[in-house]
């Protein structure tokens, strides 16, 4: 059962251009959400993260919005720079809670 | 100043083979996990410890596996008889504090891989 899903497993973008990573979470209790980046046999890196009290959050060239009533959530990275190409993992807590919840993640790759 | 390490960072062992696989945390973090990524899947939360306070077991998949935090510092993770199913990357990660909001650094992992 995927609490948090990242449904497409790739997207490829022109540098420059905007990049849009989606994620879809069917917990009601998930109140915290979290983006983490991961490059290859390194370890998960925090990115950005919003709180269900809020429907934006940005970070320079990173943005994630939250719809609620949708249970959905998505990561823009404009402009797009070929460092960016990574796994993109979405994941969630609940109530407070310490332990995160991830989706399958999604790999990216920007185009020089 | 030294991030998560993690040891070894592969290890292969045949079926039924009992494994040890240590994380050493950022000094004066209190929160301490340990997460495993099979092939093609998420990660999956396997264990949790918050100072003196009894551990959140809640992912662990089976009574094979099992988890200890000496001193407040070190974690081991022990997985008896293992099985092909346990094949994985198992991620360790510790926090400031407990609470999603307090980012969690991740090492680099230790790639386990059951023949």
């Known amino acids: 059962d995927q609490q948090v899903k990242q449904n497409s497993p790739s997207l490829s973008v022109q540098e420059g251009r905007i990049s849009i990573l989606n994620c879809d979470y069917t917990?009601?209790?998930?109140?915290?959400f979290l983006w983490y980046k991961k490059y290859p046999a390194e370890g998960p890196t925090f990115l950005i993260s919003?709180?269900?009290?809020?429907d934006k959050n940005e970070d320079g060239r990173f943005t994630v919005f939250l719809n609620k009533s949708a249970k959905h959530l998505s990561l823009h990275i404009v402009p797009s720079q070929p460092g960016d190409s990574a796994v993109y993992f979405c994941?969630?807590?609940?109530?407070?809670?310490?332990?995160?919840?991830f989706g399958k993640g999604i790999t990216l790759s920007v185009r020089p | 100043g030294a991030g998560v390490s993690q040891s070894p960072s592969n290890k292969v062992t045949e079926k039924g083979k009992d494994v040890e696989l240590r994380c050493d945390p950022i000094?004066?973090?209190?929160?301490l996990y340990w997460y495993r990524q099979s092939l093609g899947q998420g990660l999956e939360f396997l264990i949790y410890?918050?100072?003196?306070?009894?551990?959140?077991k809640s992912g662990l998949p089976s009574d094979r596996f099992s988890a200890e935090r000496t001193g407040g510092s070190v974690s081991t993770l022990t997985i008896q008889r293992t099985q092909q199913e346990d094949s994985a990357v198992y991620l360790c990660?510790?926090?400031?504090?407990?609470?999603?909001?307090?980012?969690?650094?991740f090492g680099p992992g230790t790639r386990l891989t059951v023949t």
């Open positions: 990660a510790s926090s400031f504090q407990p609470g999603a909001s307090y980012e969690q650094y």
């Open positions: 917990n009601s209790m998930f109140d915290y």
């Open positions: 919003i709180s269900s009290i809020k």
């Open positions: 994941a969630a807590s609940a109530l407070g809670g310490s332990k995160l919840t």
């Open positions: 000094s004066g973090h209190t929160a």
């Open positions: 410890f918050q100072g003196n306070s009894a551990p959140d």
